[in-house]
């Protein structure tokens, strides 16, 4: 999304480490937020994390539990910075009845190993902005999505066949996989509700251990469950 060397993007400081590194190949800053028990980063910190040289607020949605999106897509708009979603916990997961991944100018998604909705390597990127649209298909899909889709008198049109040097685009296989998936993300969500709530009521017998509740209105989707000390599963 146009981030340019010495730019600054506000990210969770408790995340995979994957949220933030990719900004290192742009020369950008990352400058970590501090997170709220539940492990989500804490709106009342980024505010004070602004600067003139912040471009972009990364948000992860930690363990599958969206985050306060009310606060945080409010937030960014109100200074000027483009909103990216971290969904890789979090495929099917909603804050509001609005689903994670259709906030913000952009979201990207892991595929990898254990993600609730996985094609055992790869990911994905949803964003309804053509330009950046357009900048994803010249990192991943150069001499044939690219081709077909960047619109000629695009600025990105002449790299279409050569990309930007590097071929990030997922495996056809893993992507079938998780499409086929798909279609059973949501019976899969419900029966991780299932099993996350008897956990939760047997962790609620023992002394010491305390899962982050659901405030109204947000669906997890319980790649793990939230402890204000830590993931317990
Ligand atoms: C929050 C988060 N973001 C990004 C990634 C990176 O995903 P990948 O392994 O598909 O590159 C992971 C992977 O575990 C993750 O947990």
Redesign the pocket.
């Known amino acids: 999304m146009g981030v340019q060397p010495g730019n600054e993007v506000i990210v969770p400081a408790w ?2 480490h ?2 933030a590194s990719p900004l290192f190949q742009l020369g950008a800053v990352p400058v970590l937020c501090e997170t709220l028990p539940d492990g989500n980063i804490d709106p009342a910190r980024v505010a004070e994390l602004i600067t003139p040289r912040t471009r972009a607020l990364m948000v ?1 949605h930690l363990w599958g539990k969206p985050a306060d999106m009310a606060d945080l897509t409010g937030l960014a708009r109100d200074r000027g910075l483009d909103l990216l979603e ?1 969904g ?2 979090a495929h099917g997961a909603s804050h509001g009845g609005q689903k994670v991944g259709t906030f913000g100018l952009a979201r990207a998604f ?3 190993g254990p993600k609730p909705l996985s094609g055992g ?1 790869g ?1 994905f990127v949803l964003t309804d902005d053509a330009d950046t649209y357009y900048r994803i298909l010249t990192f991943a899909h150069y001499n044939k999505r690219a081709r077909n889709e960047i619109p000629e008198p695009h600025p990105l049109a002449r790299y279409a066949v050569t990309g930007a040097g590097l071929k990030l685009r997922i495996h056809p296989l893993a992507a079938a996989l998780a499409h086929d998936q798909l279609a059973r993300l949501d019976a899969c969500l419900a029966g991780r509700e299932e099993i996350s709530a008897h956990l939760i009521r047997g962790l609620g017998r023992i002394p010491g251990l305390e899962v982050t509740p659901l405030p109204e209105g947000v669906k997890s989707s319980w790649y793990a469950l939230p402890s204000p000390t830590g993931p317990t599963s």
């Open positions: 995340t995979f994957a949220t992860t971290d890789s916990h892991s595929l990898n390597e990911g």
